[in-house]
């Protein structure tokens, strides 16, 4: 089955710089790429999301990256804020709508 | 439209018990997915239903079971509880419309505590 893997575990950035999360994945099948943000005791709600199809995607300060050929897809923040502060899951998904998700990774913006 | 709701929202029991959570889906999504999510392990896959149908099965024992009905609306049972299975679970709902993946709404999480 899919295999996510996601890195860093923890991150603290200054508010103002970027934050770049990765993700590598497994299975050549997957097709769709979702990244949630779950702030404490909160739900999980996406934030952007890729297809395969697709190299790169932008939503103002958030942008995710894919490369297929490499199978890894990363999460890029721009201008931190301290709102940004979070845990972020990255996920995979084959055509089947099988979700095969990240450890996640929390982020800690510093003011 | 209302977002996905779970019920209950907390819940405590103790080993060798059972437990039904409930998940009512947005309007119109037909597949529902379960997760369970721990500190250590993250988000787990535990199954999805679309049209009353289990679609996809993660790796859990059959302890873990589930069921749809006709209104969308999932439940999910543990039996014989053990203390390993106190976690939150979540249940996210999709529209499934294109048959592909799509994209995938939680719930608040029920959260359960076995003692």
């Known amino acids: 089955g899919e295999n996510v893997e996601q890195h860093p575990s923890t991150l603290s950035v200054q508010e103002g710089d970027s934050a770049v999360i990765k993700c590598t994945y497994s299975d050549s099948a997957s097709n769709y790429f979702p990244w949630y943000k779950q702030e404490l005791g909160k739900r999980p709600q996406l934030i952007i999301d890729i297809r395969s199809n697709v190299g790169e995607k932008k939503d103002q300060r958030i942008a995710v990256t894919l490369n297929k050929t490499a199978k890894h897809f990363s999460l890029h923040i721009t201008e931190t804020q301290p709102e940004d502060s979070a845990v972020y899951f990255c996920a995979a998904s084959n055509p089947g709508n099988q979700f095969y998700f990240g450890t996640g990774t929390s982020l800690t913006v510093i003011p | 439209k209302a977002g996905v709701t779970q019920t209950p929202r907390y819940l405590i029991k103790t080993r060798g018990q059972q437990v039904t959570l409930s998940c009512s889906p947005i309007?119109?999504?037909?597949?529902v997915s379960w997760y369970q999510q721990t500190p250590g392990q993250g988000l787990q896959f535990l199954f999805e239903?679309?049209?009353?149908?289990?679609?996809n099965k993660g790796n859990f024992p059959g302890r873990f079971s589930g069921r749809q009905f006709s209104n969308s609306r999932s439940e999910m049972n543990v039996s014989t509880l053990e203390l390993g299975d106190s976690a939150l679970y979540l249940c996210?709902?999709?529209?499934?419309?294109?048959?592909?993946?799509?994209?995938?709404?939680f719930g608040p999480g029920t959260r359960l505590l076995v003692l």
């Open positions: 239903y679309f049209s009353e149908t289990q679609r």
């Open positions: 996210a709902s999709s529209s499934r419309l294109a048959g592909g993946p799509e994209t995938q709404y």
């Open positions: 309007s119109g999504h037909r597949s």
